[in-house]
């Protein structure tokens, strides 16, 4: 409990008064009576304000959150006493998130309530908590406060953005991914398998016709074909120290954590099961899976999946694939490479290529595009361009040595990765490569 500005004020007068009492004898008595007066008052106003006040606090947030994304927190607050309350209170929100809220401080009547509303952006992924809330309590006649702590705590989960996902998948559903960049190669009726067969479409190819049955139906009919399904996708996931680079403030790793989930469900509507293996920090592995429920298992398997500070062991990593995974698949690696590792990727590819198809999505760093859009204005922009000149052939140099090993590699931006990942899984599809 400690005293306000105002009884400061009142104990600070009070004392002008007893120094006033030296020059003018006759107000001792104003400044006896006066302090008598100041200390019954702060006795009989902390007794007041000592006791915990009979409220009730609830916090209302969803228990999943969007990363980078504003979501709205809300509290409940109810005085079930008797006494009318003045209160500033302040909710204790996770560390590292963003936060519009200020200390709200307000009156409330017996028997009502007031909701207060402030918005959360987090900045990671991973589990939270709410810890509780602090409560200023100022007493009846604003000579003291006294702060209490309200510990409702409440976990909340950050996932990957799923605003975004939701974005990209509600196009598949529509069969609209043309809008985002996504080429369609499958032609009508056309594929690896058969499907079925239907009626006769103006376009369709000859060899597509089964005459057997146009003449038992006395009219064309077409065999249909689909894409071969029931194959098998394992994104190889790279959580080292290269995935940490930001960009427009979103991390690699969570710009390749959207684009996996993106593919996972246009391969899961495919008929195709899919699985994940992390590594260069905590090793995760979930097995090939199919159904709708592929996208949510992956999502909670990975949305509290920490970059590290660790360096990517990529032959380690393949060494733990093939005992993990027998049966041939698409691997998709994803990763942010540079000169030195490429002993240690080659190495990994190839022990890859003798059981997988492998595709490498390398994550190029958007700022270096950049330094070759500037204008050379004086030497140390012109160090930089000629650097940024050496990075760039260099690295095109690798991803040659790499495709000579079979492997595909796409090099991109993070912010590329969702469009050009599902294009190059859609053509392995067309190609009948897998």
């Not at 100041?38 to 915990?52: K, S």
């Not at 996972?264 to 592995?285: L, M, N, P, T």
């Amino acid at each position: 409990m400690t005293p306000t500005r105002f009884t400061v004020a009142l104990i600070a007068l009070w004392l002008l008064i007893a120094v006033a009492t030296a020059f003018w004898p006759e107000s001792f008595i104003v400044w006896k009576v006066s302090g008598i007066v100041l200390l019954v008052g702060l006795l009989v106003d902390a007794i007041q304000v000592y006791a915990r006040p009979d409220i009730e606090i609830q916090r209302t947030v969803n228990h999943n959150l969007p990363i980078y994304s504003w979501s709205k927190v809300s509290q409940r607050i109810q005085n079930r006493s008797n006494k009318n309350l003045h209160l500033l209170v302040r909710d204790h929100y996770p560390s590292g998130f963003l936060v519009d809220e200020k200390p709200a401080s307000f009156d409330i009547l017996p028997g009502q309530w007031i909701e207060l509303n402030y918005r959360i952006k987090p900045l990671s992924r991973g589990n939270y908590e709410f810890a509780g809330t602090d409560i200023l309590r100022r007493s009846p006649l604003c000579l003291w406060q006294r702060k209490y702590f309200d510990s409702d705590q409440q976990p909340v989960r950050i996932y990957p953005n799923f605003a975004d996902i939701s974005r990209y998948i509600l196009l598949a559903t529509d069969n609209r991914l043309s809008q985002l960049g996504i080429k369609k190669l499958q032609r009508r009726g056309e594929g690896n398998e058969f499907h079925q067969l239907r009626e006769y479409y103006p376009g369709d190819s000859l060899k597509q016709i089964d005459w057997k049955a146009s003449s038992r139906m006395r009219k064309l009919i077409s065999r249909e074909y689909q894409d071969e399904r029931d194959q098998q996708i394992i994104f190889m996931l790279d959580c080292g120290r290269r995935m940490r680079h930001s960009e427009v403030n979103i991390s690699h790793l969570d710009q390749a954590l959207n684009a996996m989930l993106l593919l996972s469900y246009i391969a899961v509507q495919q008929g195709d099961a899919v699985g994940f293996k992390s590594f260069a920090g905590e090793a995760r592995w979930m097995p090939p899976q199919k159904g709708a429920h592929t996208v949510n298992a992956i999502l909670n398997k990975t949305y509290d999946l920490p970059s590290t500070l660790d360096l990517a062991d990529y032959l380690s990593a393949a060494q733990d694939i093939l005992k993990l995974q027998r049966k041939r698949a698409l691997i998709v690696l994803i990763s942010n490479t540079r000169d030195d590792d490429l002993d240690n990727i080659s190495a990994a590819i190839r022990l890859l290529n003798t059981r997988h198809l492998v595709v490498l999505a390398d994550l190029k760093e958007q700022s270096v595009s950049e330094i070759q859009k500037r204008t050379i204005s004086d030497l140390d922009s012109a160090l930089e361009f000629h650097a940024s000149e050496q990075f760039i052939h260099q690295r095109k140099e690798n991803h040659r040595q790499l495709r000579h090993l079979g492997v595909s590699c796409l090099d991109v931006t993070a912010a590329q990765l969702p469009i050009y990942l599902v294009n190059e899984y859609l053509a392995i599809k067309r190609s009948r490569r897998l």
